[in-house]
């Protein structure tokens, strides 16, 4: 650490992840980094969307704080979010990163990766962890869903069988299978039940 | 706090997890009657004299089976996601306390205190998911195999050969396995499977 960069950029970092025990190895892990105040916080009022704070938070609690900041108090400069999700789903990542999230990490990273996302965030920089990122070039790798492959997905994970599905989403039965051979092809399942497991781990559906 | 307990109560953290571990140690210096260090969980040996230690799942069952018949601290896992069947495996292997990342720092002390008393403790996420799982059959571990098998992308005659058992025989277990689960089918049976957290 450069101590010249130290002494000019403190950097404000409120933790308010869902978790108690997440929050305090956060808080912790954040304290003893150089250069960083860091204020522990359960409470989520309107200060925490101050632009010059990182915000450290949980999947949840990050996207509220974003989207209250596009209902209440778009056209300031955008929070600073920083979010340690408990899993990876790629679903939540996209999502959140979307919405405009700079930093994304899991609760499982090395301490030094929470640190560096947090400084990174706080340069108004876009960071993920290195598990995050491998794990998105992975999926990224494979074609996206379309919609209507995502809404078969879907129920087929609720456990639906192929008439049902085209039944609920008022479509021909060889359709469904059309979209469901183009859904295990996508997802490189092997199967209906592989597809349904994939899908749940990566927070697809 | 009972005050016959005046002694210092020892609690090693050998979480795998940094971050958990950081929060558990965070958590147990605020209290005046818990002197608690961080260890690594290579063996029993490094936990030292240590009344309580707090691991993971699979390192409080390597734990467990390493240190039979020896003495060893009282064990209480931290576990950020189980399957339904984990904490009735690691109590079974004699761990005392099972917790979740979510659980309060109230829970945590309950769980470290009652442990170093020798009682059990669950915490309010584990209890609840245990209660679920009573409320169905629950699968045998040959049952369980195979679901994960099935999850795992595998045909009947891939699972057959994988577990060196008959065609026949998978399809005894497939069926059984969506009668406990209610499933009517392979596809429903895996819906129902990872939303209950069986696979």
Redesign the interface.
């Known amino acids: 650490m450069n101590a010249a960069n130290a002494v000019a950029a403190r950097l404000r970092v409120i933790v308010m992840h ?12 954040l304290s003893e980094a150089a250069g960083l105040d860091v204020v522990w916080s359960a409470e989520r009022g309107a200060s925490t969307l101050a632009h010059d704070t990182v915000i450290v938070s949980d999947q949840k609690g990050g996207l509220e704080i974003l989207a209250r900041w596009t209902r209440d108090f778009a056209g300031t400069p955008r929070p600073k979010v920083l979010i ?1 999700a ?2 990876l789903a790629e679903g939540d990542v996209r999502e959140a990163l979307r919405l405009g999230v700079l930093g994304y990490s899991t ?5 030094e990766e ?1 640190v560096d996302c947090t400084r990174a965030v706080g340069r108004g920089a876009r960071y993920l962890g290195e598990r995050v990122s491998r794990v998105m070039q992975a999926w990224s790798a494979s074609e996206a869903l379309t919609t209507r492959e995502t809404d078969v997905l879907t129920l ?6 192929n008439k049902s599905i085209a039944h609920e989403l008022n479509i021909a039965i060889a359709t469904v299978k059309t979209h469901l051979s183009s859904v295990l092809a996508k997802l490189a ?6 597809a ?2 994939l899908a ?1 781990r990566r927070g697809l559906v | 706090m009972t005050s016959h307990l005046n002694s210092t109560l020892r609690v090693a953290v050998a979480h795998h ?11 147990l210096s605020e209290q005046a009657d818990i002197h608690v260090r961080s260890a690594a969980a290579c063996t029993t040996l490094c936990l030292g004299d240590a009344d309580v230690a707090i691991v993971g799942h699979q390192t409080a069952l390597r734990l467990m089976e390493a240190s039979r018949n020896q003495p060893h601290p009282a064990l209480v896992v ?1 576990s ?2 189980f399957h339904e069947g984990d904490p009735r495996v690691a109590l079974r292997a004699g761990v005392r306390g099972y917790l979740t ?5 109230t829970e ?1 002390l309950d769980a470290v205190r009652s442990a170093a008393q020798g009682r059990s403790f669950l915490s309010r996420a584990t209890a609840e998911r245990i209660a679920d799982s009573l409320a169905h059959d629950a699968l045998t571990a040959r049952e369980m195999v195979v679901l994960r098998s ?6 009947n005659k891939s699972i057959a050969s994988e577990l060196g058992m008959a065609v026949g025989t998978v399809k005894t277990h497939v069926r059984s396995i969506l009668g406990k689960l209610d ?10 499977a ?1 939303q209950r957290h069986l ?1």
């Not at chain 2, 990342?101 to 720092?105: F, G």
């Not at chain 2, 499933?183 to 129902?192: F, G, K, L, P």
């Open positions: 869902r978790d108690a025990i997440v929050a305090a190895g956060l808080a912790t892990t340690v408990d899993e609760v499982d990273t090395p301490l929470i087929l994970a609720r456990g639906l069988c399942a092997d199967s209906r039940c592989h349904v497991a749940a | 997890e940094p971050l958990i571990a950081a929060g558990i140690v965070q958590m931290m950020r996601e990342t979510r659980c309060p720092a945590l099935i999850s795992a992308g595998l045909c499933a009517t089918t392979r596809t429903e049976a895996m819906a129902i990872m696979v």
